[in-house]
Structures are given as C-alpha cells and as structure tokens.
C-alpha cells in the first residue's frame, strides 16, 4: 500500500476559508480544523503523521483528491472535475481507538455525516438511507443513488489510533455510475455549513456507539432486503440481510443458514 508522505499542497489552518467547520472541529475537541487544496488521500495524510509520531487528535479537509480510497481498493473518484472546492466534502478524521473500537469510531463518523446530510435536506423529499457497510444513499423523486462513502483503518503503536475519511458529494456528484449530490435533491447547503453541522454532532456519537448503530440500523436501506455480500476472499452470500448486530456485523439469512458478516460489499437485489 502506497503512503503518501505528505499532501500535494501542505495542509494548513483553515479559519477563513471554512470558518464555520474551523470553528466546529475547535468546539468538539479536535483541535485546528487542517486544509489542503490538493493531495492523494486525506486518510494517507493524517495516517502518515501518525506514523511519524503525531497521534493527536485531527480533522483534515482537501478539495481535491489524486488517490481518494474505497472500499476493497477501489477509487473514490470526487467531483473536483465540477470546477468548485464545494462540490465535495473530502475529509478525514484521526481519533484515538484500540482496535475494538475502531468500528465504533467509524460508526460514528457515518451517523453524524447521516445526520448532517439529512439536515440539509429538511425541505425536501428526499432521504437519506444507510446501506451497509459504510455507504449513505439518497433517494426522493427524481434522484436515488449514493451519496457518501466511509472508509477507516486502524494505525498500530502507542497511543492506537484510527483514521476515518468520508467522501460526500455536496454541490455535484462525481461522474460515477449511481452518484448523486445533496443538490439534486434540492439542498443549498454549502460544504462548510454540512462539515460543521457534522463536527457539532460528532461527540455524541463517539460517546455513545450504541446511539450510532441504532440510528443507522432506524435508516437502514439494507436490512430487509434480498441482498448479495461479496467478501474478501472472493466468496460469496446470497439471501435475506434481517438485521445489523450491536458490534456492527450483518445478519444474512440464506436458506436455512445464518451468517453474521463483519465487511464485505453489498449489492441490493430486486
């Protein structure tokens, strides 16, 4: 795996260019709100200056990425093709977690990005819908498809830490098979306004994981459906999904076996 050593343009405070967030990520603890116009990848980034020995709490924002991550090692390709740093939100989180509780953190993440997006939606018809393991969809008249992804991973050493990144598509989607933006649906929020309403949620949810994982599962555009989970290992499950547990593992129904999946990609079939 590729590390990127540093950010393409260096990272720097951002009070002026996204005040509201800046302020945001001060009130929740997480010290200077960072910003960077371009790099390879946020989660790289802050990953890295752990390595390097900064396992400080941090928030990374960039408006544009080379190598953004998906699941699996695929691409998240961003809307910077759009013309404005708002078209996305590309932002990476560090936060202290052992491994037990990297899930958590990462739920958190998710239901505070839920949260927000649905926020800005609050004057329309749209919804915002949690496909597991890590995806926000939208879905109203006229738009339906994802809207946001999530991705950690774990940084060994003392004190642990894990780095969640979130990709979100604000002013524009990126040109993605299946991508949609807050905007189609008719959001006017901006990327600052949707990153600080996130920022201001996010500490409930780190001090109560059980919260996220409910509000997730009450959104869930998964469970209940006829689902396929392809897993690492190149296997597969096909079959009913019937509920999220409390450690954040999906519970797939396939004829007359039960399988609890910790990761996987999922594909909702009709």
Same mark, same amino acid.
């Given at each position: ?38 790099? !390879?990848?946020?989660?790289? /980034? ?15 924002? %960039? ?15 961003? +809307? ?6 708002? %078209? ?13 509780? +990297?899930? *958590? ?9 839920? $949260? +927000?997006?649905? !926020?800005?939606?609050? /004057?329309? $018809? ?8 890590? *995806? ?5 008249? !006229? ?11 774990? =940084? ?16 524009? %989607? ?8 807050? %905007? ?16 201001? !949620?996010?500490?409930?949810?780190? $001090? ?13 555009? &998964? ?8 897993? $690492?290992?190149? &296997?597969? =499950?096909?079959? =009913? ?30």
């Amino acid at each position: 795996m590729l590390h990127m050593e540093s950010p393409t343009t260096p990272a720097a405070p951002a009070p002026d260019r996204l005040p509201l967030s800046s302020a945001a990520a001060l009130r929740a603890g997480l010290g200077s709100l960072l910003h960077t116009a371009s790099t !390879g990848s946020t989660n790289d /980034d802050l990953a890295s200056g752990a390595r390097r020995g900064d396992r400080t709490p941090a928030v990374l924002v %960039a408006d544009h990425q080379t190598a953004g991550k998906g699941r699996l090692g695929r691409r998240w390709v961003d +809307a910077a093709a759009a013309g404005s740093p708002e %078209a996305s939100l590309l932002v990476s989180f560090r936060l202290p977690a052992t491994v037990a509780e +990297a899930s *958590d953190r990462a739920a958190a993440v998710s239901a505070a990005a839920l $949260a +927000a997006a649905a !926020g800005a939606l609050d /004057d329309s $018809a749209a919804e915002v819908r949690a496909k597991w393991p890590n *995806d926000l969809l939208l879905e109203g008249p !006229g738009v339906a498809g994802k809207l946001a992804g999530v991705l950690s991973e774990i =940084v060994d050493g003392e004190p642990p830490v894990v780095v969640v990144g979130l990709g979100l598509n604000v002013a524009a %989607a990126p040109p993605e098979p299946g991508a949609v933006s807050l %905007a189609q649906a008719g959001a006017g929020a901006s990327r600052d306004e949707v990153l600080a309403w996130l920022l201001d !949620g996010l500490g409930r949810y780190l $001090a109560d994981p059980a919260r996220a994982r409910r509000e997730l599962r009450a959104a869930s555009a &998964t469970i209940g459906r006829n689902v396929r989970v392809e897993l $690492a290992d190149g &296997t597969s =499950v096909e079959g =009913v999904a019937q509920q999220i547990d409390g450690a954040g593992r999906l519970l797939v129904s396939s004829g007359h076996r039960d399988f609890r999946i910790d990761a996987g990609d999922v594909i909702h079939l009709r």
